[in-house]
Structures are given as structure tokens and as C-alpha cells.
């Protein structure tokens, strides 16, 4: 097998080759699971009550605290990974930041709209795995600790460090708009009102086109 120019050509001739890349497949499938499962929604336990709003308790904020830069860490190191083995002319600053990106924007989109982040937290990384399986995208061995070697760690710590700062800051933004929608629909409530407002409504108006009224 020539690394160098290794290109979806992995020589398997036994069964027990084709165990062993069935394997490293869903180990790598697994990862990616844990990946985009955890990245797609917030990460401070909440407490939701209809006749308070949202609590939160110190031992839920003490174990966001103690396990996002640990999270973020995570999905780092699976996205650049896979960034490098499938990056052809790519550097190592391209692989961090694309990463990251793909890291800030679903952690943005988990705090507005979670089925929206988990196709972003999915789809990236699965368009990448399925490149490399279904394309023939991986780079090779030497091609991939190249690529890896060439990631500058101090750009990874520092974008590692503002992912957790974006991360506290949304979740921070995402749980003072719990408390004031509470508020505010609790208002309503008591004033005889709809729970929700107008463009809430609409927005529900906006997902029914197409399927009929609701109970026809």
C-alpha cells in the first residue's frame, strides 16, 4: 500500500482487513454522533416551571462551567481531524478556522433554533466522512501528519478559548430571553391575552402553508 498516494485504495484482501475498516468506520461514525449531538443544543440545565420562569441551580452552572471547555476541546479536535484528512491545499490555519466556524455557528444556531444547528452540526461533518469513504477524499497517511503538523497549536488554543467566551456569552443572551419571554407571555396570560405574540403567531401561520388548517 503506497501512502503517498493513497486514494480509496486500501488493498483489503481478507475478511479480517474488511472487520477492521468496518470497524474504524464506526468508531468514526460515533464520534461524529456524540459530535453533532452535543454541539446542537444549549448546555445549561434549566428548570421549567409553567407558574415561575426558568431556574437555574448552582450545581447546573458549576457543571456547564466544568465540562464546555472540555466539550468545545471535543469538537475541535474531531472536526480538525477529519478537516485534515480529507484538506488537499489546505493549511493549517484554513483547517483551524473552518473548524471553528463550523463550531461558532452551530453553537449560535443552538441557542435560536436547535433543528437548524443540528443540521449544521450533522451535515458538515458527515458531508466531509462520506467524501472520504464514497469520493475516495482521504488524503493519505503522510499527506494527513503533514496537514496535522502544520496546524499552528497556539492559533487552536486561542480559537479554543474564544469558542468557550462565545459559548458563555450566547448562553448567557439565550437565558435572559427565557426569563423576559416568560415574563412577558405570563403578562398576557393575566391580561386575558394570547399566550403568544403576533409574530409568533405568524410564524406558526408561516409553518402550516402547505399542510391544511390545523384538525382538517
Known sequence: MDFPTFQWDFGLGGASDVMLFAIAMAIVAALLWITYRTMQHPRLPVIRRDEQPPLITGAGVARYGLTIPFMVGFWLLVLITLLAAAAKDRSGVQIVVAASAV??????????????AHELAKAVPITILSFIIIGGGFTGVEPFLRAA??????????????????????????????????????????????????LQRLAARLRRIG??????
Open 211 to 216: 399542510y391544511g388548517e390545523p384538525g382538517a
Open 103 to 116: 463550531i461558532g455557528g452551530a453553537r449560535l444556531l443552538a441557542h435560536l433554533k436547535p433543528e437548524i
Open 149 to 198: 503538523e502544520e496546524i499552528p497549536l497556539e492559533l487552536v488554543d486561542s480559537y479554543w478559548l474564544g469558542l468557550i467566551v462565545w459559548d458563555i456569552a450566547l448562553t448567557a443572551l439565550w437565558f435572559g430571553g427565557q426569563q423576559v419571554r416568560w415574563r412577558r407571555r405570563h403578562r398576557r396570560e393575566l391580561a386575558g391575552g394570547p399566550a403568544d405574540n403576533v
